[in-house]
């Protein structure tokens, strides 16, 4: 699974990192959905012991995702924003 993720990160850069991210988040969000934030930080943290994923259903979902530099960027700049209003 892991060179399946490099190559894509090596063609596609960052992208590929967020996307597969977003896919763990979408494969898992049955049992996400009904954690609260204690148990989803627990279920994170053990994911990769506690959850096996098919590669080929990771990849595929992943690659249903649309991520791009500007998207990043926008993420970036509204995160920077909202730290820097709260004041932290």
């Known amino acids: 699974m892991v060179v399946r993720i ?3 990160f090596i063609v596609d850069g960052w992208q590929a990192l967020f996307r597969f ?24 943290k053990t ?3 506690s959850k096996s994923f ?15 530099d500007r998207l990043i ?3 970036e700049e509204y995160y920077v924003r909202k730290v820097v209003a ?3």
């Not at 009904?34 to 994170?44: A, G």
């Open 6 to 8: 490099w190559d894509l």
């Open 47 to 49: 994911l990769s012991q």
């Open 86 to 88: 709260e004041g932290n």
């Open 73 to 75: 960027d926008e993420l």
């Open 21 to 44: 991210a977003l896919a763990i988040l979408s494969l898992c969000s049955d049992d996400l959905m009904l954690l609260d934030f204690e148990k989803f930080v627990r279920y994170m």
């Open 54 to 68: 098919d590669v080929e259903e990771l990849v595929q979902t992943a690659l249903e995702f649309e991520v791009t």
